[in-house]
């Protein structure tokens, strides 16, 4: 089993910069593949990157591509995601989730297991 705690939301302005982080907590955190969703009020949980075992391949939700950047540190059994020209549409709260068995990367209940989310705020 695997415990996940994010971090590093907050308010930022259209145009800023953020990056989120996920410390897991429990064993073989290197045998997870991680991902992260976004859910803004009212609206289902949206798929925004993934990140497979070794780090090798990356995933990304279309509208996320070339402004977002996925990776992870076994040694330090974190996952970030780093967030570039923010827009506020991506007002939500972001969730760090981990996939050990096989499943669909892009599909937030295929994973296994999920943290409590942390909020990020994009002003005008």
């Known amino acids: 089993q695997v415990q996940l705690v994010e971090s590093g939301g907050g308010l930022v302005q259209a145009g800023g910069s953020l990056r989120l982080s996920c410390a897991a907590s429990?064993?073989?955190?290197?045998?997870?593949?991680m991902g992260w969703f976004s859910q803004a009020p009212g609206k289902e949980r949206e798929f925004v990157a993934a990140i497979s075992r070794n780090a090798a391949f990356t995933y990304y939700a279309d509208s996320m591509k070339g402004r977002f950047t996925i990776s992870r540190d076994n040694a330090k059994n974190t996952v970030y995601l780093q967030k570039n020209s923010l827009k506020t549409d991506g007002t939500a709260v972001y969730y760090c989730e981990a996939m050990l068995k096989l499943g669909r990367l892009r599909v937030a209940t295929d994973y296994d297991y999920w943290g409590q989310g942390t909020q990020v705020t994009v002003s005008t």
């Open positions: 429990g064993r073989s955190f290197s045998s997870y593949k």
